[in-house]
């Protein structure tokens, strides 16, 4: 099984830049992909984006592309959003996911609460 715990959350003014950590521990050679998702108040969680564990390619929701970005670091079990431009309705929980199986995120984190005001 695998952990992550999330780690890096706040509070930003609009325009503004975070960087969310997410660090994974246990059998995270099983890691196939991970996946950061969101969930603002009253809505459904949605997905942010992935990185392939092995070769490290990325997608995004269209909501994101070109401001946020993701990056992992196989070395420290890591994976990193980061997050630029950022706006009122990026206010969410965000979520770290792990995928060990062929289509489901199978590991969560606890979740890192964002908010964009001003």
């Known amino acids: ?14 325009g503004g830049s975070l960087r969310l950590s997410c660090a994974a521990s246990g059998r995270t050679f099983s890691i ?3 996946g950061w998702f969101r969930q603002a108040p009253g809505k459904e969680r949605e997905f942010v984006g992935t990185v392939t564990w092995s070769g490290g390619t990325t997608y995004y929701a269209d909501s994101v592309k070109g401001r946020f970005t ?13 997050m630029n431009d950022l706006k ?10 792990a995928r060990t199986t062929v289509e489901n995120y199978d590991s969560w984190g606890r979740g890192t609460q964002v908010t964009v005001s001003s």
């Open 70 to 82: 993701i990056s992992r670091d196989n070395a420290k079990n890591a994976v990193y959003l980061q």
């Open 1 to 14: 099984q695998v952990q992550v715990v999330e780690s890096g959350g706040g509070l930003v003014h609009p």
């Open 32 to 34: 196939r992909a991970m």
């Open 88 to 97: 009122p309705e990026d206010t969410a929980v965000y979520y770290c996911a």
